[in-house]
């Protein structure tokens, strides 16, 4: 299996720009999960999705940040509209969705909002 | 609120001595953790795990070991190698929220030669 896919790796955007992230599951995982990480913060869970639900999305930091996930292998997070505090690197994990489970990364997207 | 934290950012080491991370964690609710180890312009990586019914776990050169009673987990890298050189995290989650992780700011391992 290739793990966990993300795109774009980098992206660099103008303040006010759309922003979409996209995440391919490993296939057979039903949990989906995004983060950013910051210097602050670490590694922050902003929404997690189980079977294609929304199980926790109280880490999203505003309206501007949407998820969703169209169906059971694939994900996307949209910033719109993108400001230069969104700047961090961007990952999705996925899972099983067992209790307790291990988490799989993504590579991550850098993103930087001028 | 930070409910894992990870105090140290940094940590050097010589190769060959023992690493030791430490974390701590303020929810009780807590019963499963997560050692990841996470390279540049990587994800991180699952490194080792303890339940909360275990005090210690051990992996190769890898030992967790949990404190309840102290809210407070530590790895154990022996012996270190330049190869182990990375930031550390530290995650717990608890059985009643799914299977959420709440993770640390993390630590920058330094092995040198």
């Known amino acids: 299996d290739a793990g966990v896919i993300q795109s774009p790796r980098h992206e660099v955007t103008e303040m006010g720009q759309e922003v979409t992230l996209r995440c391919k599951l490993i296939?057979?995982?039903?949990?989906l999960f995004w983060y950013r990480q910051t210097m602050m913060r670490g590694l922050e869970l902003l929404i997690y999705?189980?079977?294609?639900?929304?199980?926790?999305d109280s880490g999203m930091p505003e309206d501007r940040f949407s998820a969703k996930m169209p169906n059971a292998s694939f994900s996307t997070l949209k910033i719109q509209p993108s400001e230069p505090r969104d700047s961090a690197v961007y990952f999705c994990a996925s899972s099983f969705g067992q209790n307790p489970d291990t988490q799989y990364f993504g590579p991550g997207t850098r993103l930087t909002v001028l | 609120d930070q409910q894992v934290k990870q105090n140290s950012p940094s940590l050097s080491v010589q190769e060959g001595r023992i690493s030791i991370l430490n974390c701590d964690y303020t929810n009780s609710m807590f019963d499963y953790f997560l050692w990841y180890k996470k390279y540049p312009a990587e994800g991180p990586t699952f490194l080792i795990s303890i339940s909360s019914i275990k005090d210690k776990n051990e992996d190769g050169r890898f030992t967790v070991f949990l404190n309840k009673s102290a809210k407070h987990l530590s790895l154990h890298i022996v012996p270190s190698q330049p190869g182990d050189s990375a930031v550390y995290f530290c995650a717990a989650s608890a059985i009643s929220s799914g299977d959420k992780l709440t993770f640390g700011t993390g630590t920058r391992l330094a092995v040198r030669p």
């Open positions: 296939s057979g995982h039903n949990s």
């Open positions: 999705f189980n079977n294609n639900v929304p199980i926790d």
